[in-house]
């Protein structure tokens, strides 16, 4: 691998409204590498990555920083771009109703005839062993594939530097890694990769050179072989956490949620959730483990009752039948959900933090319709307290918040309503590692006051960590159920590939 180093920060500075959240860094990154950037949410990773792409032109930050040997000002996000430096976002800038061939060329400048561009792009495809076809629809492909059209995109411009920000963070391990098997490739063309994540198990085995940042400075930059886990942990919290799950504080009550032959087909007749039966009990954690499209997010929302198609099963809470055919009545029973995807179903961004913690509780907060504002304001006082919410008060917009205080504001939200069972879809995706660890003490809190916990997760050693019982699906049945002292990240895989009942 290269020494030469392609990009040089000098003291960079960031300020927001007189608030520094960059204090002076220096960073030198060498050509042909894969430079991983880690931190918790609000460390400044993804602002210095602003930076360096001109989404934050010069002019807005202080310090100054050389890309090949020369001084960078970048005005705009176009003129990074000529210079050679792409950021591939987690929302992925492309045009859904536009063909591959065209998203590729979108915005690049190049006035090209079709059939040049459709050649362009299927030589790319090539080099990266990438199997699309240029004229396929960008709306018809999948995630993974999706995040392949927009590293083409970054290539045809002869970008230099590709700066990816949570690239897996929706994707199958399957198109993690082949992700990663074309970083690499990149990395060999002499190609640089800045890369940001919260997974640090990925950081580890892809990177060649890890920096750590925490509230705004630059802790430490080391090869990647000189760090574990541990250690990286404790680098960017500032402190060592007593293992990475919370142990077990209490033993499981009388049964809560019993669930029995939950079936759910979708409009085209698809059998998604097939005869499932499970139960958890008070004080419980129960995990559910299975490949994407196994049919865990469709039977947790089967139990909530907002999952579409026809669903057929019985649904019982301390022993008797609740009916569930809408979120409204699984709340009222005392059922919660906190949704996997927390922008689109968990939050509404706009509103402010009491605002979202009490939409779900509106009834008991409501005297004949109308909002009793310091019930609302004492309650939601009460949870951001309660789950150690970050915020600068209750009237805080919730975009504004890190995704680890989101997440909180997600679960307090369906605290309010004082559930018996809480169902948490992906509970820490997008999450800083300080954060997650403080989502675990919090579910082992809630399973202390007596409350049914159900978990989905496609972090293994997350499920394996926390959960009192596991149960492992596979085309939408459950194939195996393992308690804690049982369960191992190869018998999980075993029940979650196995064929057959």
Same mark, same amino acid.
């Given at each position: 691998?290269?020494?030469?180093?392609?990009?040089?920060?000098?003291?960079?500075?960031?300020?927001?409204?007189?608030?520094?959240?960059?204090?002076?860094?220096?960073?030198?990154?060498?050509?042909?590498?894969?430079?991983?950037?880690?931190?918790?949410?609000?460390?400044?990773?993804?602002?210095?990555?602003?930076?360096?792409?001109?989404?934050?032109?010069?002019?807005?930050?202080?310090?100054?920083?050389?890309?090949?040997?020369?001084?960078?000002?970048?005005?705009?996000?176009?003129?990074?771009?000529?210079?050679?430096?792409?950021?591939?976002?987690?929302?992925?800038?492309?045009?859904?109703?536009?063909?591959?061939?065209?998203?590729?060329?979108?915005g690049s400048g190049q006035k090209l005839p079709e059939s040049e561009m459709i050649d362009r792009t299927m030589k790319v495809f090539r080099r990266l062993g990438i199997p699309l076809d240029p004229l396929a629809p960008v709306g018809g492909l999948g995630v993974g594939q999706r995040q392949m059209v927009a590293i083409a995109k970054a290539l045809v411009k002869e970008a230099d530097v590709l700066i990816f920000d949570e690239p897996t963070a929706a994707l199958s391990e399957a198109e993690s890694q082949k992700l990663f098997f074309i970083l690499r490739e990149l990395r060999e063309k002499g190609i640089t990769i800045l890369y940001i994540s919260h997974r640090l198990g990925e950081v580890l085995a892809l990177s060649d050179t890890i920096t750590v940042l925490r509230d705004g400075r630059l802790v430490e930059t080391r090869l990647a072989d000189r760090f574990d886990e541990g250690g990286l942990i404790?680098?960017?919290?500032?402190?060592?956490?007593?293992?990475?799950?919370?142990?077990?504080?209490?033993?499981? +009550?009388?049964?809560? &949620? #019993?669930?029995? *032959?939950?079936?759910?087909?979708?409009? $085209?007749? =698809?059998?998604?959730?097939?005869? /499932?039966?499970?139960?958890?009990?008070?004080?419980?954690?129960?995990?559910?483990?299975?490949?994407?499209?196994?049919?865990?997010?469709?039977?947790?929302?089967?139990?909530?009752?907002?999952?579409?198609?026809?669903?057929?099963?019985?649904?019982?809470?301390?022993?008797?039948?609740?009916?569930?055919?809408?979120?409204?009545?699984?709340?009222?029973?005392?059922?919660?959900?906190?949704?996997?995807?927390?922008?689109?179903?968990?939050?509404?961004?706009?509103?402010?933090?009491?605002?979202?913690?009490?939409?779900? +509780?509106?009834?008991? &907060? #409501?005297?004949? *319709?109308?909002?009793?504002?310091?019930? $609302?304001? =004492?309650?939601?006082?009460?949870? /951001?307290?309660?789950?150690?919410?970050?915020?600068?008060?209750?009237?805080?917009?919730?975009?504004?918040?890190?995704?680890?205080?989101?997440?909180?504001?997600?679960?307090?939200?369906?605290?309010?309503?004082?559930?018996?069972?809480?169902?948490?879809?992906?509970?820490?995706?997008?999450?800083?590692?300080?954060?997650?660890?403080?989502?675990?003490?919090?579910?082992?809190?809630?399973?202390?006051?007596?409350?049914?916990?159900?978990?989905?997760?496609?972090?293994?050693?997350?499920?394996?960590?926390?959960?009192?019982?596991?149960?492992?699906?596979?085309?939408?049945?459950?194939?195996?159920?393992?308690?804690?002292?049982?369960?191992?990240?190869?018998? /999980?895989?075993?029940?979650?590939?196995?064929?057959?009942?």
């Amino acid at each position: 691998m290269s020494a030469e180093v392609i990009l040089k920060l000098c003291g960079i500075k960031k300020e927001f409204s007189g608030v520094r959240v960059l204090h002076g860094i220096d960073l030198a990154v060498r050509s042909g590498e894969i430079h991983a950037l880690v931190g918790e949410n609000g460390a400044g990773k993804s602002t210095l990555m602003k930076i360096l792409s001109g989404v934050y032109p010069a002019g807005e930050y202080g310090g100054e920083f050389f890309l090949k040997g020369a001084k960078a000002r970048f005005h705009g996000i176009k003129a990074a771009q000529r210079a050679g430096i792409e950021i591939i976002a987690q929302e992925l800038e492309l045009v859904l109703q536009m063909r591959v061939y065209e998203n590729v060329f979108l915005g690049s400048g190049q006035k090209l005839p079709e059939s040049e561009m459709i050649d362009r792009t299927m030589k790319v495809f090539r080099r990266l062993g990438i199997p699309l076809d240029p004229l396929a629809p960008v709306g018809g492909l999948g995630v993974g594939q999706r995040q392949m059209v927009a590293i083409a995109k970054a290539l045809v411009k002869e970008a230099d530097v590709l700066i990816f920000d949570e690239p897996t963070a929706a994707l199958s391990e399957a198109e993690s890694q082949k992700l990663f098997f074309i970083l690499r490739e990149l990395r060999e063309k002499g190609i640089t990769i800045l890369y940001i994540s919260h997974r640090l198990g990925e950081v580890l085995a892809l990177s060649d050179t890890i920096t750590v940042l925490r509230d705004g400075r630059l802790v430490e930059t080391r090869l990647a072989d000189r760090f574990d886990e541990g250690g990286l942990i404790a680098c960017m919290i500032g402190r060592e956490l007593c293992g990475r799950f919370p142990p077990a504080l209490c033993e499981p +009550g009388e049964e809560v &949620l #019993s669930v029995r *032959g939950m079936s759910a087909q979708d409009s $085209a007749g =698809r059998r998604l959730v097939d005869g /499932v039966s499970l139960s958890v009990r008070a004080g419980e954690i129960v995990g559910i483990a299975g490949l994407m499209g196994a049919g865990r997010t469709e039977l947790v929302r089967c139990i909530f009752g907002a999952q579409p198609g026809r669903i057929s099963g019985e649904i019982m809470l301390c022993g008797r039948p609740a009916a569930v055919s809408s979120p409204r009545e699984a709340i009222r029973s005392g059922i919660g959900l906190v949704s996997e995807d927390r922008k689109l179903e968990g939050l509404v961004g706009m509103l402010d933090v009491m605002q979202n913690i009490t939409m779900a +509780g509106l009834g008991p &907060l #409501s005297l004949h *319709g109308v909002m009793l504002d310091g019930e $609302a304001r =004492r309650q939601a006082g009460y949870y /951001v307290e309660k789950l150690g919410i970050r915020c600068t008060g209750l009237y805080q917009r919730v975009e504004g918040l890190s995704g680890g205080n989101q997440q909180k504001v997600c679960i307090a939200k369906f605290l309010l309503p004082k559930p018996r069972v809480l169902i948490l879809d992906e509970p820490t995706r997008g999450v800083d590692v300080g954060a997650k660890y403080e989502i675990y003490e919090l579910l082992r809190r809630l399973a202390l006051e007596g409350v049914a916990v159900l978990i989905v997760s496609s972090d293994l050693p997350e499920v394996l960590g926390l959960s009192d019982r596991i149960l492992v699906m596979k085309d939408g049945r459950i194939t195996g159920e393992l308690s804690r002292q049982e369960a191992t990240q190869e018998r /999980v895989m075993y029940y979650a590939t196995m064929e057959g009942n």
